[in-house]
């Protein structure tokens, strides 16, 4: 409970994944990737979300 309450409360976008696969997205990480509700992304391909991203928020990414 302590680590699930650290990652939603965390700035940084995080996501978890299994096989390539998205498990769970923390608040920030929907922010980034300009998505509402985790349903959308929950299940899908972690590469389909780098479609999506602005150059910008991914050179913040790169640079940090």
Same mark, same amino acid.
């Given at each position: 409970?302590?680590?699930?309450?650290?990652?939603?409360?965390?700035?940084?976008?995080?996501?978890?994944?299994?096989?390539?696969?998205?498990?769970?997205?923390? $608040?920030?990480?929907?922010?980034?990737?300009?998505? $509402?509700?985790?349903?959308?992304?929950?299940? $899908?391909?972690?590469?389909?979300?780098?479609?999506?991203?602005?150059?910008?928020?991914?050179?913040?990414?790169?640079?940090?």
């Amino acid at each position: 409970k302590k680590i699930r309450r650290l990652i939603n409360t965390s700035n940084d976008g995080i996501v978890t994944i299994s096989g390539y696969f998205i498990k769970k997205v923390n $608040k920030s990480a929907l922010d980034i990737f300009e998505v $509402k509700d985790i349903s959308k992304i929950k299940g $899908k391909n972690i590469f389909s979300l780098f479609n999506n991203i602005k150059k910008e928020e991914l050179d913040k990414v790169i640079e940090s």
